[in-house]
């Protein structure tokens, strides 16, 4: 079903995120921001307005494309900033392109920029920006945004701009960004009781530890209930590798093998092992084949899961589930995943000064919040993450403060082209790791596993001249 927005047609259904490939070598640059901070210098700070830089020609409006992808709310919310848009510069129209799914999404866009005929703008998860700036598919937005007054200094969070810049310049401009939190049934959490005497209470700022978050899963008691539930994958666990001062990889740019067994990583999923492992607390293999943790999660059966903040519209449609959030447990520092997704401007549009006003009005506080209340997303603009159009005071989850509280926590994985791939083959081996009956001695296990790694870290020649991993391990 399709229906008009303004200038911009919605197609309903459109779901999932935008996935792609990683490109080789990539660093978010911290000096980025100073270098936009020197562009902006002396300008005002007042919220950008977007006014338009050219004036209507005899020829009619400038037609302007918008790539977009999401659930449907979130799609209807762009539609909405675009018709806005339109109306307050009619010299320019913004046509909104939704897709189905994330492979459509994927595949047009790619096909697009192949053939030099990419939408002006487009939203890109940052998995995807190494890609395109190795090849060269995006224009640079530091220079641009700055001579429309948007606020680098302290008006959009400062992990999202150093993560979407590279080349000693911001690429595509963020506008959301999600770190992995815990979220937990507060009918069968009770965080108070976890405090015991002459211990801090635990609170959404001082977060909790590993020991806590294992007495937590422990509080469940429901018969057929478990209380908590972590995938067997490298995102899930890396949190818990990263606080315990481990790392997934040997080099984070330019991997050639995982780094799972020995030292920091190993003591770090131990740990976590004996958590996952324990079958009082945790549902097995097949109970989870026949309903899944987001079920029962829903359900009331599981007392804890990991997500981002996408997770929170999907469970406040649930009937009778009373849910919060936690930031991710420490095993020593504080630590988490992330997502997050910008606008970039194609390079080859023929209209960046006018892209430019597009994304400049898309980032403020009006469009932001428009974002914010789909639920869905946490704005980059600190000004709308910090209200209420974010917070959403009265609705679930009642700490919401913890998603802007712990994007300084995020770290990043590699940027290797080839990490997808790692990530789904080595799935196997960690569910192995989760579910079998006897997993001693897990250092040779690790070990394998790292072995296993590196192969696909090494992309083989195809006849086409193309690359792709190495085979992919099964054991």
């Excluded at 799972?260 to 004996?274: F, Q, V």
């Excluded at 932001?368 to 910090?386: E, Q």
Aim: hydrophobic share 40%; proline share 8%; net charge negative.
């Amino acid at each position: 079903m399709k229906m008009l927005v303004g200038q911009a047609l919605v197609q309903e259904g459109a779901r999932s995120v935008f996935g792609g490939r990683r490109g080789p070598r990539f660093s978010a640059l911290a000096l980025v921001v100073a270098a936009v901070l020197a562009v902006t210098a002396g300008c005002s700070g007042d919220k950008p307005k977007a006014e338009p830089t050219h004036k209507p020609t005899p020829t009619g409006p400038t037609l302007l494309s918008f790539a977009v992808y999401g659930p449907p709310q979130v799609i209807t919310a762009y539609a909405k900033i675009a018709a806005s848009f339109t109306a307050e510069h009619p010299d320019t129209v913004v046509n909104v392109k939704p897709y189905d799914s994330a492979e459509a999404a994927h595949a047009a866009i790619a096909k697009q920029l192949a053939d030099g005929d990419p939408p002006d703008v487009f939203l890109a998860p940052l998995t995807d920006l190494p890609d395109l700036v190795a090849n060269h598919s995006v224009r640079r937005l530091d220079e641009l945004l700055g001579e429309r007054n948007v606020d680098f200094g302290d008006g959009y969070q400062r992990y999202s701009l150093e993560a979407f810049s590279a080349e000693n310049a911001l690429q595509c401009m963020p506008v959301d960004v999600s770190p992995m939190v815990v979220y937990y049934n507060t009918d069968l959490i009770h965080l108070p009781l976890l405090t015991t005497p002459g211990s801090k209470t635990i609170t959404s700022e001082t977060g909790w530890s590993l020991d806590q978050f294992a007495a937590a899963a422990h509080q469940v008691k429901k018969s057929g209930s478990r209380g908590v539930y972590i995938a067997p994958t490298l995102q899930q666990i890396a949190p818990f590798i990263w606080s315990g001062g481990g790392s997934l990889v040997d080099h984070l740019d330019e991997p050639t093998t995982l780094t799972l067994a020995g030292g920091s990583t190993e003591k770090a999923l131990e740990k976590l092992l004996e958590i996952v492992r324990d079958p009082t607390i945790t549902f097995s293999k097949k109970q989870l084949a026949s309903r899944s943790a987001l079920q029962r999660f829903k359900s009331g059966q599981l007392g804890m899961m990991l997500g981002y903040r996408s997770l929170t519209p999907v469970l406040r449609a649930q009937q009778g589930l009373n849910f919060d959030v936690m930031p991710m447990p420490k095993v020593g520092s504080k630590a988490t995943a992330g997502e997050s997704s910008g606008l970039c401007i194609s390079a080859k549009s023929a209209h960046p000064n006018k892209t430019a006003d597009f994304i400049a009005y898309a980032v403020s506080d009006d469009s932001s919040a428009l974002l914010a209340d789909t639920g869905y997303v946490v704005p980059v603009n600190l000004d709308v993450a910090n209200s209420d159009a974010f917070l959403q005071p009265g609705d679930e989850p009642a700490s919401a403060e913890i998603f802007n509280n712990t994007v300084r926590n995020i770290r990043r994985f590699s940027s290797a082209d080839t990490w997808p791939s790692v990530e789904k083959s080595t799935a196997t081996l960690l569910s192995d790791l989760f579910y079998d009956a006897v997993i001693d001695p897990l250092d040779g296990r690790l070990k394998a596993i790292d072995a296993a790694s590196a192969p696909l870290f090494t992309p083989i020649p195809t006849p086409s001249g193309t690359t792709s991993p190495s085979a992919t391990p099964t054991s």
